[in-house]
């Protein structure tokens, strides 16, 4: 069956950078775009971008613009999210979901000095 | 970019009542709209898609309606497992696709 399964929780620095992965299993990884969603402690869904794993076209929300990187590896059905220049208020659950109705189990990324 | 409303923000009610959220698109999206539940520290889970499509293993209880710009999510009884938060997301066809800022339901 369809799954994502999300790398482990991460503590940085400000300043500092992170890079998530979700790896796909159950289906053809290139035949769905792939959506990354974060949520701050006690706060809704935020939506951030979305990649596409065949080509590896990108948008990005312009919340992130800039500091932002989504990336895909194809041959292990890989994708990645890349958050630069973190600060406090980037501690979140970051999500990855494959139309809507597949989620990774969520990565926790504290931020703190 | 559109901007996705709900309300109310949060709503309490008995075990067995009618329960109704609505979210707004702040402009024609047609049907493209999901509604999602979440419960404390889960992940999202998908109740319905295209307004009004539900999804496979969804409760009957639940149900979509609406087109365009105004959309309804209707628990029709609610059950003690429904306490959660509903999230409403466009996907019409340019992002951002954007959630609504969500209802929290519990019980009265």
């Known amino acids: 069956q369809v799954q994502l399964v999300q790398s482990g929780a991460e503590m940085k620095k400000p300043g500092a950078s992170v890079k998530v992965s979700c790896k796909a299993y159950?289906?053809?990884?290139?035949?769905?775009?792939m959506h990354w969603v974060r949520q701050a402690p006690g706060q809704g869904l935020v939506w951030m971008g979305i990649i596409n794993p065949r080509g590896g076209a990108t948008d990005y929300a312009q919340e992130f613009e800039g500091r932002v990187t989504m990336t895909r590896d194809t041959s292990t059905s890989t994708v990645f999210m890349e958050l630069s220049s973190l600060r406090p208020e980037d501690t979140a659950v970051y999500y990855c979901a494959c139309r809507g109705r597949f989620w990774g189990q969520g990565t926790l990324v504290t931020v703190s000095s | 970019d559109i901007q996705m409303t709900q309300s109310p923000s949060s709503l309490s009610a008995s075990i067995g009542d009618r329960v109704t959220i609505t979210c707004q698109a702040s402009q024609d999206i047609n049907t493209y709209l999901n509604w999602y539940q979440q419960r404390p520290g889960k992940a999202p889970n998908l109740l319905v898609y295209?307004?009004?499509h539900l999804e496979t293993g969804v409760p009957s209880r639940f149900s979509g309606s609406g087109s365009g710009t105004e959309f309804t999510l209707t628990i029709s009884s609610l059950q003690p497992e429904d306490i959660a938060t509903y999230y409403c997301?466009?996907?019409?066809?340019?992002?951002?696709?954007?959630f609504g800022p969500g209802t929290k339901v519990d019980i009265k």
């Open positions: 159950g289906y053809i990884f290139t035949n769905n775009h």
């Open positions: 295209d307004a009004t």
């Open positions: 997301q466009h996907y019409d066809n340019f992002p951002p696709f954007t």
